[in-house]
């Protein structure tokens, strides 16, 4: 390609509502447009990444033994409302009407659809296993859409669906898409990690994200530096503190703390560690009759240490919780601890709760706690002396840097991340919905072992970018680049030699298969480089009258702080080096 010939628009400024690197530099080299709130258009030179994304993808699905179709954007309401997602998914479920009347969703996704097809096509056991993927358009309509594609309304997705007899065989067909997914994540060159993910209300251990490691990530990934352990902060499991509680060795005495409602407020007055503090959250559970009115509540008390944070995944685990809470409100509070929030704690409740103490708080000894009074604290607290032994002992908190590992192979450590995949087994809570069964061994329907597999096509050039930038713009990964290498002529037009040196060469790129492009669009050199830095092509090639004299050009990496002189004569052969051809 010649630059003369493509689209490229660039930028000095980023637009004022772009907050993250990724959608900054995208804008500015070119890459996306914005057309309204969380839709954009895919630009030339964005597109040619995307298009370079997508074909990594099929070719793995590919070679995992996934067949490729093509599912509709628009789908019939109907199919929605037999599984109820019409109802469940909200605002966030584009509705649309034809104009007879018939209502219709913009797809986010298309497990309804996929299942449908399988109920027609997919008869008996024989023409299992089956996995069907497509790459296609989604939409959700986001609240508040930002950060550019990062959490765009209109996107694209790569999702597969797996069919199975039986759960064994849904296991076997996870793994050949895990190692599907590893081997497309590697390709792509980016820096990642797979890590065990919650599976929310399907249930299940079978579930992973794949997630590109970035300092701006918006989630938490927590792995063991010394094995193989990594899992979401949802997921990662916090061990209670190996051996017996210590013995109480203070008296429990009730103490002044006026204006301290904080337990780091508290432990900065008393002069203790906060480590030495419980902190109380109060949740309430509801019971409904079958018109939906609540005809009684329960209040629970969470009890933990005072520098750790709740985790409402593993909360909502706890059995009681697990089918839904709420936070208490503020009635609720006083009526059960007579005390506003700020004071709270499990002695000398008004009512009775149910208590439920992290496994960190339930081998505590000489804690303390909120006196259920204002300005007033309890310390030297201590389980069977001073109050019963909690309701439930259960992993209630987020893990922090230096927690024990849960494999035993070492300590924790906590970096943020950005999630582009995730695979997980989905049982059969489509089939079953939707009645989409398959003649067994026995001759009898059984219904279908579903998984789910999916990969965020347009979010990965912004999570490529997020890892991979400095201050002079993108540094693309060569596998997914827009070029890979750019031709830089100086000033050709005054210089046969020069633009007949460049012509060559790129003839000479072109025959080996080198995505390359040549800059043939007669801009003074520090314009020209300022674009392909902004841009990000990861091999740059300057061709000079002055090098050309003696014979030489110049070669620059992207990641490279200066440029390195190299034969006109062994440059085709140190590119090819380069790119591994």
Known sequence: MKASQFFISTLKEAPADAEVASHQLMTRAGLIKKLGAGIYSWMPMGLRVIRKIETIVREEMNHAGAVELLMPVVQPAEFWQETDRWNKMGPELMRVKDRHGRDFVIQPTSEEVVTDIARQELRSYKQLPRNLYHIQTKFRDERRPRFGVMRSREFIMKDAYSFDRDLDAAKISYQAMAKAYRAIFDRFGLRYRAVAADSGAIGGDLSEEFQVIAATGEDAIVYCPSSDYAA????????????????????????????????????????????????????????????????????????????????????????????????????????????????????????PVKIVADREVAVMADWICGANEPDFHITGVNWGRDLPEPDAVADLRNIVEGDRSPDGKGVLAVERGIEVGHIFVLGTKYSEDMNATF???????????????????????????EQNHDERGIIWPDAIAPFTVVLCPITPERFPEVKAAAEQLYAQLLAAGVDVI????????????????LIGVPHRVTIGDRGLKDGLVEYQHRRDTGATKIALTDILAHLKGRLSL
């Open 439 to 465: 003649l067994a061994e026995d001759g009898k329907p059984a219904f279908f072992e579903m998984g789910c597999y999916g990969i965020g096509i347009t979010r990965l050039p912004a999570a490529a970018i």
């Open 232 to 351: 979401n902060m949802e997921k990662a499991e916090a061990l209670a503190p190996a051996g017996p509680r210590p013995a109480a060795a203070q008296p429990m005495t009730k103490t002044p703390t006026p204006g301290k409602a904080t337990c780091a407020d508290v432990a900065a007055l008393l002069g203790v560690p906060l480590q030495n503090t419980v902190k109380s959250l109060v949740l309430a559970t509801d019971e409904t009759n079958e018109a939906g009115e609540i005809i009684r509540s329960q209040v629970w008390l969470l009890l933990l240490r005072g520098d750790h944070d709740m985790n409402e995944i593993k909360v909502g685990k706890v059995p009681g919780l697990d089918a839904g809470f709420r936070f208490a409100t503020l009635g609720e509070i006083e009526e059960h601890f007579g005390c506003k929030p700020g004071y709270l704690g499990p002695m000398g409740l008004k009512k």
């Open 518 to 533: 040549l800059d043939d669009r007669g801009e003074r050199p520090g314009a020209m480089f300022a674009d392909w830095e």
